[in-house]
């Protein structure tokens, strides 16, 4: 390359400008090439694990008092997922409670007052309106090509207005929303009315791609759920999944268990991406963002066994992390509970050592004198 001081003046002053120019772009990119590196790169450069492999998730920090804790909170599992005390309730398949029915077009069999209400919503208010209206526009229609064409009606009308029609078509549309917003608004405010204050908190947390129960108030202990394989995709030795789990790729090694008949605070957030937390028949979705704690309350009205899946596209493994609820009845819920290594609210106060009397100081000298003088 000829030296840019051999040139003449004017090429002199292009060169330099030239120069400058490129120097100005190659900072310009290097600014922005640079964040985006930082950012890219892992936090933690770990060796990736296999794709069908259980994530690992991090132990919270022990308390001090962990050698207190109860020794039920190691039990092993059997392979079947049960442990001491409790055994996975079996799916009901043969009326698909809590899951898609085979040629079925209707929404699933609902276990919640609010599922059921917004069935009924949909089945008697607003199928027979749109049924009403299709066959009335598809009537008018008809009527309009046989009686207006050109053959039945060579010469045609000249009207342009008619006030009773034109009062009938604003009137008839404005009653028809009322009636469908008055159901649609109770059910909405039915939807997010707060949990009362003896519910029972259950927190979902959506990872990449499993989900995380936890039950602050139990102990604070966390139960993770990861999609069982089928016979033929388990590695040798590891749990596969069985009719006793639930249906293909819904089925779960630990279900979020939950009492049934009892108020429950579905609080939901993510560790990592937006996730949702869904199940059908329970007429249950709750978006689950990272940073923030959404919250929902519903109560079940029937023990069994309700399976869904996260509804936001969360990455490649999306469709591989379903939700599998068991609701029991209190009292096997509880057992379950202890089998967890947890405690039942009311029994962590029962368990606590009475506090102290306050210690008496012994009577001096000068104060039993006089007692004794009186006897």
């Given at each position: 390359m000829?030296?840019?001081?051999?040139?003449?003046?004017?090429?002199?002053?292009?060169?330099?400008?030239?120069?400058?120019?490129?120097?100005?772009?190659?900072?310009?990119?290097?600014?922005?090439?640079?964040?985006?590196?930082?950012?890219?790169?892992?936090?933690?450069?770990?060796?990736?694990?296999?794709e069908?492999?259980?994530p690992?998730?991090?132990a919270?920090?022990?308390?001090?008092?962990?050698?207190?804790?109860?020794?039920?909170?190691?039990?092993p599992?059997?392979?079947?997922?049960?442990?001491?005390?409790?055994?996975p309730?079996?799916p009901?398949?043969?009326?698909?409670?809590?899951?898609?029915?085979?040629?079925?077009?209707?929404?699933?069999?609902?276990?919640?007052?609010?599922?059921?209400y917004?069935k009924?919503?949909?089945?008697?208010?607003?199928?027979?309106?749109?049924?009403?209206?299709?066959?009335?526009v598809?009537?008018?229609?008809f009527?309009?090509?046989?009686?207006?064409?050109?053959?039945?009606?060579?010469?045609?009308?000249?009207?342009?207005?008619?006030?009773?029609i034109?009062?009938?078509?604003?009137?008839?549309?404005?009653?028809?929303?009322?009636?469908i917003?008055?159901?649609s608004?109770?059910?909405?405010?039915?939807?997010?009315?707060?949990?009362?204050?003896?519910?029972?908190?259950?927190?979902?947390?959506?990872?990449q791609?499993?989900?995380?129960?936890?039950?602050?108030?139990?102990?604070?202990?966390?139960?993770?759920?990861?999609?069982?394989?089928?016979?033929?995709?388990?590695?040798?030795g590891?749990?596969?999944?069985?009719?006793?789990?639930?249906?293909?790729q819904?089925?779960?090694?630990?279900?979020?268990?939950?009492?049934?008949g009892?108020?429950?605070?579905?609080?939901?957030?993510?560790?990592?991406?937006?996730?949702?937390?869904?199940?059908?028949?329970?007429?249950?979705?709750?978006?689950?963002?990272?940073?923030?704690?959404?919250?929902?309350?519903?109560t079940?009205?029937?023990?069994?066994?309700?399976?869904?899946?996260?509804?936001?596209?969360?990455?490649?493994?999306?469709?591989?992390?379903?939700?599998?609820?068991?609701?029991?009845?209190?009292?096997?819920?509880?057992?379950?509970v202890?089998?967890q290594?947890?405690?039942m609210?009311?029994e962590?106060?029962?368990?606590?050592?009475?506090?102290?009397?306050?210690?008496?100081?012994?009577?001096?000298?000068?104060?039993?004198?006089p007692?004794?003088?009186?006897?």
């Amino acid at each position: 390359m000829q030296d840019l001081r051999t040139l003449p003046a004017p090429h002199q002053d292009y060169g330099a400008k030239l120069m400058n120019m490129l120097k100005k772009m190659l900072i310009v990119l290097a600014a922005m090439t640079i964040p985006s590196l930082a950012l890219a790169a892992p936090a933690n450069p770990a060796p990736v694990a296999k794709e069908l492999a259980a994530p690992v998730v991090a132990a919270p920090a022990a308390p001090a008092d962990a050698a207190a804790a109860p020794a039920e909170a190691a039990a092993p599992k059997s392979m079947d997922g049960s442990l001491p005390g409790y055994t996975p309730m079996r799916p009901d398949y043969e009326n698909s409670v809590g899951m898609p029915k085979a040629k079925e077009i209707d929404f699933q069999e609902q276990f919640t007052e609010n599922g059921q209400y917004a069935k009924w919503i949909n089945n008697t208010v607003l199928l027979p309106i749109i049924t009403v209206i299709s066959l009335f526009v598809l009537g008018l229609l008809f009527w309009v090509i046989i009686r207006f064409n050109r053959r039945a009606n060579p010469v045609p009308d000249k009207t342009t207005h008619n006030t009773f029609i034109e009062v009938v078509w604003t009137l008839v549309p404005v009653l028809i929303l009322l009636g469908i917003a008055y159901p649609s608004l109770d059910l909405l405010a039915k939807q997010f009315k707060p949990a009362p204050a003896d519910a029972v908190t259950i927190k979902a947390t959506g990872y990449q791609w499993y989900w995380g129960y936890t039950y602050p108030d139990h102990g604070g202990f966390e139960v993770v759920s990861n999609m069982l394989k089928e016979k033929g995709d388990a590695p040798a030795g590891e749990r596969f999944r069985t009719d006793n789990d639930g249906p293909g790729q819904l089925a779960v090694d630990n279900r979020m268990v939950v009492p049934a008949g009892v108020p429950l605070r579905i609080q939901t957030t993510a560790a990592d991406v937006i996730h949702a937390f869904a199940v059908p028949s329970l007429w249950f979705k709750l978006d689950a963002v990272p940073g923030r704690l959404n919250e929902k309350s519903l109560t079940i009205t029937k023990p069994g066994v309700y399976f869904g899946q996260c509804s936001e596209l969360c990455g490649a493994r999306h469709g591989y992390m379903p939700i599998a609820v068991e609701a029991l009845p209190p009292a096997q819920f509880a057992a379950w509970v202890k089998a967890q290594g947890g405690t039942m609210p009311g029994e962590a106060a029962a368990e606590a050592p009475a506090p102290a009397a306050p210690a008496v100081p012994p009577a001096t000298t000068e104060t039993a004198a006089p007692a004794a003088a009186t006897k």
